[in-house]
Structures are given as structure tokens and as C-alpha cells.
């Protein structure tokens, strides 16, 4: 029943957040530039692989894996967490109970819509990448290309159900804000946002395997430069996450709605 | 006179701040936990860039050590004296309130700069310290009286430089009022001072030293307390601090003269 109508309210809620993505186009560009780590990142670790390559890792390789990470963290990040967090505390959420579609489907068309944009702003970054020595890296062959993009399709929907997991969890918890500080610790750690992970102590590499986090920006990144051993594992663990994850998401969210309507909001 | 007038001020205020917070005191805990954890994370790329090499553009694990504890002493700075008072007036601005505070019988800069304080960001400034002191232990030497002298003045320097800055946001938020996100792009900008500026391409070296002052922050007075500045540059850099103090000073009263309010 909410399933159909979810379906068929879908282009048009696409529709409206496309032209609110559209109305705070300057809001989002500079959402977007606070993303300035794995440029930091960039800059420090080629001075670092001037002269000699440190480890596995030559200069080029540096420039393709912070332009790739800045690709797929621009592409897959959204502020769903925020945006559950504060209906609840608000109450407005309530409106949003009332419509014939299912939540998770709006909030899904609103973040779905901001993709173009994103893309949009992606693009130069994708330029840059074919001018600088991050070229002869980058994977290029089509099959390997579609890898790449059903991983970031992966990644994005990873990211979108832990986010709304977190957000949920506003309806138990007072502070569940500072949830999302620690989950960005842990994903810098371990997602190879800050450092590849092939880089780091080999134990933490072992741990990320296990995690979610890894499947959320470094494995796309890893298939991109051609440096993941077996893209089809990643894939795999990392739709099994997507599948997971999503299932903890719908699980917390029909507890907390009905702890929701216990307080008569 | 005047100025104990306005030390007491800054006494009400800060002790305001410390009042409120202290109705928090779990959050205290937490918050001071957090940014332990967050200073813990920035050492990881240190530590692994360490611990295969010697030296990165001309810096060993112990000089840049200090740079990252200076980055941390300044990024409590930032989060604890400098960002909460002026997040809260670009809210006032935007909502008209403001017209309050241009009431009040005191300096409308002054009371906009000392609004609001987060106490619990002590625990950055002991941080920082702490890592700077491991780092000289590291090293092997203390640092000379006259080179902790000018690292101190530096750091006056820096934060008068922060302080400028962000108050040259702020008096931008008068004409274009949606501006809190832009705050939050500086902080990430901020985010680079962790490494010593030498490390960037030199186009970025310049921004970072005369655009978006960076370099003033950190660096130099890191490269100051390892006695690596002469004291010219350090002259060059306090005279350079001031000058952008009054600048930033004259633009707010300018942003203020063409306040209209928002309900008017």
C-alpha cells in the first residue's frame, strides 16, 4: 500500500528536491568546500613522496587516491542524520508521518535529488585528475569503470542507511548529534579517508575489513586507482553492509516511531 | 579606567559561560573526551609519515610535533573564545536583536567578541602544551628564554590574527546576512595550519602566509620557539598582525555605520 504510493510520489518528490538543492545552491557549494582534508592530505603526502615513494605509494599514486577520495566522499555524503535529528527534536516530523508515502522515501528523494549537484561540482576535480599524473593510474577500461560505479552507487546507499540509523536514534537519545562525531572519527580512521589503509599498522587494516567503513569511501577509491586485489569482495561485503545496515536502520527507526507516537506528539 | 571597566565585563561574561556550562557537566566530560580523541586522531598521519622517514621538507618528527601542538592550543582558541561568540552574533544579526547590543553603554565590538566561552576548551590548551613539552623531550634540548619568549609573542600575534579574521567575517555578515556556513569553511581551512607551511606547493605557501593567514598561526611561532626565526621576521610578523588588527577594526566600524537592522 505506502509501497505503491512511495512509487508513485517518487518523481515528484525528486522533482521538489531538485529545486530545493537548486533554491540553496550557495548553501551546498560551501558544504561542499569545507571538504578540504583530502587536499590537505595531498599536499602533504606528495612533499612527503618527492624525492622517494613512500612504501607502495609514489607521488602520482598520492594525487589519484586523495582526488578519488574527494570524488567519492563529494558523491555519497548527505546530511540525512541531521535532518531526522532535528524533525524529531522539533516535533515537525509528525508532518511528515501524516503523508501517504512512507519517510525514508522522502528523505531518500530530497538526498537522491542532491546527486546532479554534486556531480556538478565533482567535475572539475574530475578534470584535474586527467591533467596531473594522477592519469596513468586511474583505472580507465569500462568494465573496471562500472565496478567503480556500482561501488559509489554502494557507497552512497551505506552512508544514507547508517546516517538515517544515527538519526533515529534521536528518538532514544537527548545528544545523538555527538553520535555523528564519533562515527566521523571512526570513519576517517578507518574508511581510508585520512590515510589509505593499506598505509596503516596491519591490524587496523584488518579491523576496517570487518567494518562498515572501508566500503563507504575506500574501496571505490581502491577500485578507481586499481589497487584493490579483489573488487569482487569488496563489493560484496559491501552491498551485504548496504543490506545490513538497512535493515538496522528500518528496525530503529519502528521502535523509535512507536516511542514517538507513545508521547502523543 | 576604561579598561577595568571592560575587564570586568570580561570577567561577568567568562564567568557566565562557566556558570552555564557547569549546568552540563556531563557534556563537560564528554565534549573534553571528544577533543582528546580528535587531537589523537590528528597524530595518526604524523606517526605513520614518521615512522618510515626521517624528515619532511626539512621538519623531524619533534619540530612537527610542536607545530601540531600549536595548532592544537590555537584550534582551542578558535572553538572556545573565538567561534561561539560570533556564531551567536550572526544569529543576532540575522534576527534583529542585535539592536540590543548596540544599546548597551560599552564597545559593540567588545560585547559581540565576549558573548559567549566555551570552558571545557581548556582541555585543547593542556593538550597542546602537553605535546609541545613531549616534543622537546623528544629533541633532546630545552628551548632557549629568548626563543620561548618570541614563540609566546608570536602566539599573541596569532591569536590577534584569528581574532582579526573572524571579525572580518562577522562585519561581512552586515551586507550578505546568510554567513554562519562560511565559518564553518574556515575552519576547515584552519584544519591545514597542522602542518608546518613549508610542506605545500609554494603558490599555497603564499596564500597561507598573506591571504588567509595560516602560516602565522602555527608555523612561525613553532619555527620561533625552535629558534629557526631571526628576529626580523619576527618583528615583520607582529607589524604585519597589527596592521591587519586595525584593518579589520576600521571595516567592523564601517559594517556598523551601514547596520540598518532587521526589522526596519
Sequence with gaps: MTLRASVRAMPTMLRVGMAETIAYRAEMIVWILTTTMPLVMLALWTSVAREAPFRAYAQADFVAYYLAALIVRNLTSNWVAWQIGEEIRMGTLSMRLLRPVHPFAGYLATHLAAIPMRALVVLPVVAIMFVTSARDVIVTDAPRLALFGVSVAGAWLLVFATFVAIGALAFFLEKSMSLVEVYFGLFMLLSGYMIPLDLMPGWIRDVATWLPFRYMLGGPVEILIGRAPDAGAVLAAQWAWVAGMGLAAALIWRAGIRRFEAYGA | ?264
Design chain 2, 1 to 264: 579606567m576604561r579598561l577595568t571597566y571592560y575587564l570586568r565585563l570580561l570577567w561577568v561574561s567568562i564567568k557566565t559561560s562557566a556558570l552555564t556550562s557547569m549546568q552540563y557537566r556531563a557534556d563537560f566530560v564528554v565534549q573534553g573526551l571528544m577533543s582528546l580523541v580528535w587531537t589523537a586522531l590528528a597524530l595518526v598521519p604524523l606517526l605513520i609519515l614518521y615512522d618510515h622517514q626521517q624528515a619532511v621538507a626539512g621538519w623531524d618528527f619533534g619540530p612537527a610535533l610542536v607545530v601540531m601542538g600549536l595548532f592544537v592550543i590555537m584550534r582551542g582558541v578558535l572553538e572556545g573564545a573565538i567561534n561561539p561568540s560570533l556564531i551567536a552574533v550572526v544569529e543576532r544579526i540575522r534576527s534583529g536583536s542585535f539592536d540590543y547590543t548596540l544599546l548597551k553603554p560599552a564597545d559593540a565590538q567588545f560585547l559581540v567578541s565576549t558573548t559567549k566561552f566555551e570552558p571545557w576548551r581548556v582541555v585543547d590548551l593542556l593538550t597542546g602544551v602537553g605535546l609541545i613539552i613531549y616534543a622537546f623531550v623528544r629533541i633532546g634540548h630545552a628551548p632557549g628564554l629568548g626563543d620561548l619568549a618570541a614563540g609566546a609573542l608570536l602566539v599573541a600575534t596569532a591569536i590577534a590574527v584569528m581574532y582579526s579574521l573572524w571579525i572580518l567575517i562577522i562585519a561581512a555578515a552586515f551586507w550578505v546576512v546568510r554567513l554562519d556556513n562560511l565559518t564553518f569553511l574556515l575552519g576547515a581551512i584552519f584544519d591545514a595550519a597542522r602542518w608546518p607551511i613549508q610542506i605545500f606547493p609554494a603558490v599555497w605557501r603564499l596564500i597561507f602566509t598573506f591571504v588567509i593567514p595560516l602560516a602565522l598561526m602555527t608555523s612561525y611561532p613553532a619555527m620561533a620557539v625552535l629558534g629557526r626565526l631571526d628576529a626580523t621576521t619576527v618583528l615583520a610578523c607582529v607589524g604585519g598582525a597589527a596592521g591587519f588588527f586595525v584593518l579589520s577594526r576600521a571595516i567592523w566600524t564601517l559594517a556598523i555605520r551601514s547596520y540598518t537592522s532587521a526589522s526596519s
